[in-house]
Nanobody, 123 residues
């Protein structure tokens, strides 16, 4: 599976962005998916995860209630809708795929990674 993340950019605090992650391959629907982020000088951290058919999701506490992960298996795409953005959300955001149907909160659970897209939130 090859993953291509897009949709990052510069936004003011309180604004919104929607990230997309397009996947190649016919087996996309069999993968659990996740979003992670890495701020400058910090460790990569979990953001959100979604099951293979999208019936289960889970979020990191800092983004709970502001971010929404979703997927469209017909389009081989997973999304991250980010609302009420804060300066502390500034990071490179990565999408990842895991060979398992369920949720995953740890980076080591994921087998494939996209190249990352920069999100910058100004105060």
């Amino acid at each position: 599976v090859q993953l291509q993340a897009s949709g990052g950019g510069l936004v003011q605090a309180g604004g919104s962005l929607r990230l997309s992650c397009a996947a190649s391959g016919r087996t996309f629907s069999s993968y659990g998916m996740g979003w992670f982020r890495q701020a400058s000088g910090k460790e990569r951290e979990f953001v959100a995860t979604i099951s293979w058919i999208g019936d289960s999701t889970y979020y990191a506490d800092p983004v709970w209630g502001r971010f929404t992960i979703s997927r469209d298996n017909a389009k081989n795409t997973v999304y991250l809708q980010m609302n009420s953005l804060k300066p502390e959300d500034t990071a490179v955001y990565y999408c990842a795929a895991r060979q398992g149907h369920g949720l995953g909160q740890r980076a080591y659970e994921y087998d494939y990674w996209g190249q990352g897209t920069q999100v910058t939130v100004s105060s």
